[in-house]
């Protein structure tokens, strides 16, 4: 299997534009999870998908950020207007209770720099 | 709710010395620990996961975790480092019922350098 696919690796852009992260989970993964990673904050879930279903958004930091998950091979995480405290690292990462049990298997990353 | 408490936030040890980084939890009911690796640039890699049982926990390149419930903590230790050890490393607790898979909470991390 292939591990958990991230696109962009690095995004550099200006305040006030549309971002879109992308992630492909492992196959067969029925869990998928958004994290963001900084210095001050440290990793912080933003949202959950089961069977591509939002079960959790109570980490989404506001109404700027919106994810979907249209299929169970991929999702997409959206800030739109993007602002300078958005710059960090987001992490996906898919599990599956069956599957590697009490595993996350994570994503390289996608550096997001807002200017 | 459950959080988790990392109090180092940077180690030095040199190479071939033992180590020992700290994890203490909070949670309410049996909770499901997990250590993770991070190396710069990289996502986060699972060393070890404790559900039940045996309460010291093997895990990959030769790391090691005892959860110890009378003192909220799952620290986790290798005999002798090598350098490639050095990383950050994040301990995260799971809730009972979901198996740890869902909402993950993670500590802050514990940045680590080896020194030759």
């Known amino acids: 299997d292939a591990g958990v696919i991230q696109s962009p690796r690095h995004e550099v852009t200006e305040m006030g534009q549309e971002v879109t992260l992308r992630c492909k989970p492992i196959?067969?993964?029925?869990?998928l999870f958004w994290y963001r990673q900084t210095m001050m904050r440290g990793l912080e879930l933003l949202i959950y998908f089961n069977n591509n279903v939002p079960i959790d958004d109570s980490g989404m930091p506001e109404d700027r950020f919106s994810a979907k998950m249209p299929n169970a091979s991929f999702s997409t995480l959206k800030i739109q207007p993007s602002e300078p405290r958005d710059s960090a690292v987001y992490f996906c990462?898919?599990?599956?209770?069956?599957?590697?049990?009490?595993?996350?298997?994570f994503g390289e990353g996608s550096r997001l720099t807002v200017l | 709710a459950q959080s988790v408490t990392q109090p180092d936030i940077h180690i030095t040890v040199s190479e071939g010395a033992s180590l020992e980084l700290r994890c203490n939890y909070s949670y309410g009911a049996t909770p499901y620990l997990f250590w993770y690796v991070q190396s710069p640039g990289q996502g986060l890699q699972l060393l070890l996961k404790?559900?039940?049982?045996?309460?010291l926990v093997q895990g990959i390149k030769g790391f090691e975790a005892e959860f110890k419930r009378s003192q909220s903590s799952f620290n986790l230790r290798k005999p002798s480092v090598h350098w490639s050890d050095a990383a950050e490393y994040f301990c995260?607790?799971?809730?009972?019922?979901?198996?740890?898979?869902?909402?993950?909470?993670f500590g802050t991390g514990t940045r680590l350098t080896i020194i030759p």
């Open positions: 995260a607790v799971g809730a009972e019922a979901n198996f740890g898979n869902e909402k993950l909470t």
């Open positions: 196959s067969g993964h029925d869990y």
């Open positions: 404790y559900f039940s049982g045996d309460t």
């Open positions: 990462a898919s599990g599956s209770l069956d599957r590697g049990n009490g595993r996350l298997f």
